[in-house]
């Protein structure tokens, strides 16, 4: 009986497993595709920290360039911060079983981070310039066309939220952007998976994860605040933080408020029908049909 139930959850597992690479390497392939980030001829960059997240990124890299008809390289690049107990040879040994081209750049930004900013303070901005300047100067001396990060779906969403209630701006993390130098493209092909689902390819792939101790323990870090929130939203209302990845991608500009993205202040009625008029105000898109139709009644009747 029991070997009966192990092999029936055996099958489920592999089942299950199974169902979340396609789900991955789709999304993966479509963010790539959707975004034109990588081309024929490519060096790609994917920077691994040790992470679940960096570890899916290129996992799940080699496995679509073995099937892509577009040939591109990938050599995986990783910056040791010289944090204390870092394990420096798991990263190297996981590379080499893969069989990738890696990079490791030592460079003590701990220490840095840790003189320049003081206690009890966030570390995490000082922490990625530094990380970020690095790492564009290895992708050109490495003669990287692109850079990839691992930033996922909830990433985003989190980051987006971010610079509404603490920056005051509408602004989000892009799937492809140019660097801040302007030398370098840097991806994230990542952009569509949903971090709950890295997590189960992480325990499903065994990485060999190597936690962050500069920041990991930053429990009072704004960021970590919101993303607890959105994922008690997607508890209450599942499919919230697709939704609101999707709104990011289809944005309105006339129902905002920038006049540098709208002409607000010469705004003059057409006479024309326009379909993204006042009805966009109605309060659920899905009652759209019901309240066309009662405007209809409502306008025959007058």
Known sequence: MNTMTDLRAVRKGAFEANKLSKRLHRQVGQAIGDFNMIESGDKVMVCVSGGKDSYALLDILLSLRERSPVPFDLVAVNLDQKQPGFPDHVLPEYLRSRGVQFHIETKDTY????????????????????????LYRVAGELGATKVALGHHRDDMVVTLLMNMFFGGRMKGMPPKLVSDDGRHVVIRPLAYVAESDLARWADHRRFPIIPCTLCGSQDHLQRVQVKAMIHQWEKQYPGRIDNMLRAMSQITPSHMMDRNLHPFATLKPSGMPDAEGDRAFDEEAACGTVADGAAIQLHRGL
């Open 111 to 134: 220490s840095i981070v840790k003189r320049l900013v003081p206690e009890g303070q966030t570390l995490c901005s000082l922490c990625s310039r530094l990380r970020r300047g690095i």
